[in-house]
């Protein structure tokens, strides 16, 4: 059921009714909310010809990307491809060098402080407040993000209750393992309940039933008209789970639309290796069959 906020655009709690479980096939997912199918949704998120450089270092070359409501959408590439700079630039924490990035409609970089009140982010280098327990970590990310007290306690309840941090809730998220730290920083960008989120590598470190756990929630978001947007280098996950996916090399876009013509006849990590430029034989490497003892 959709949860009004007071000052956020209302979307349907995430994390509401989630029980545990295996994610759902997209083939075997429910109907989504609405009448329309995803591609007849308005677009959430467009990106024109973003470019950003670092030095001498091209890492993003002229991307454009439109993202629709209700969409579960996969980014994927090589290491080094470009994937981190875009979602940094989407969500507004490195500006670009050209381009424009509208999200619900907003520029996020000439209005963002009201774009990124629908954002929810998973960055990738994670800069959590990790002398806060993992409670005082979520309190405050919704307070931040304009919630009241009440609000939020429930919130931190529902989600602890969802990602299976209820015991680590009152200790410091400094001393959570990887996976724990990662599902704290998830949580902690649902809180608001945003119309857009933005999740780098939100999967690894992550166990497989916790993964699933957090599969099933983001299904459930999408399903209610919320929209994804995530980097993996997971391929079956991103074939099993997304709708579309966007291939990115070199800092440009060599295919992206649905995951089944993206993939053609094969899957898709045949069409990334493909596109990818292919696999690299392990010449030149026979010193190490020669053993230090
Ligand atoms: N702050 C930075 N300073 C200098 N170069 C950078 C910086 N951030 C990214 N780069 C470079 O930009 C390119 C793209 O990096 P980016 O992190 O976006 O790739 P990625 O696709 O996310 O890679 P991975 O899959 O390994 O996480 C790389 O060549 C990287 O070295």
Known sequence: MPRP???VEPVPSAVEG???????????SPARAGDTEPDESPVVLSIRNLSRSFGDTVAVNGIDLDVRRG????????????KTTTLSMVTGLLRPDSGTISVNGLDVWKDPA???????????????????????????????RGLDGRTVRARVKDLASAFGLEDALNRLVADYSAGMTKKVA????????????VLDEPFESVDPVS???????LQDYVANGGTVVLSSHGMDL?????????II??????????VDDVRRDGTLEERFVELAGGRKAAEGMEWLHSFSD
Not at 18 to 28: I, Y
Not at 71 to 82: D, K
Not at 116 to 130: A, E
Not at 211 to 217: D, P, T
């Open 186 to 197: 998830l949580a902690s960008a649902l809180i608001h309940s945003p119309r857009l989120l």
């Open 249 to 258: 090399v070199n800092g440009e876009v060599l295919d992206a639309g649905a």
């Open 5 to 7: 906020l007071d000052n």
């Open 71 to 82: 969409s579960f959408y996969g980014i994927v590439g090589p290491n080094g491809a470009g």
């Open 18 to 28: 989630v029980e545990a479980g295996a994610p759902v096939d997209r083939a075997e």
């Open 114 to 144: 009201k774009a990124k009140k629908t954002i929810g982010v998973l960055p990738d280098r994670l800069r959590l407040f990790d002398r806060l327990t993992g409670a005082q970590l979520l309190y405050y990310s919704g307070v931040l």
């Open 211 to 217: 993964a699933a756990n957090v599969i099933e929630i």
């Open 238 to 246: 991103i074939q099993r789970v997304c709708d579309h996916v966007a």
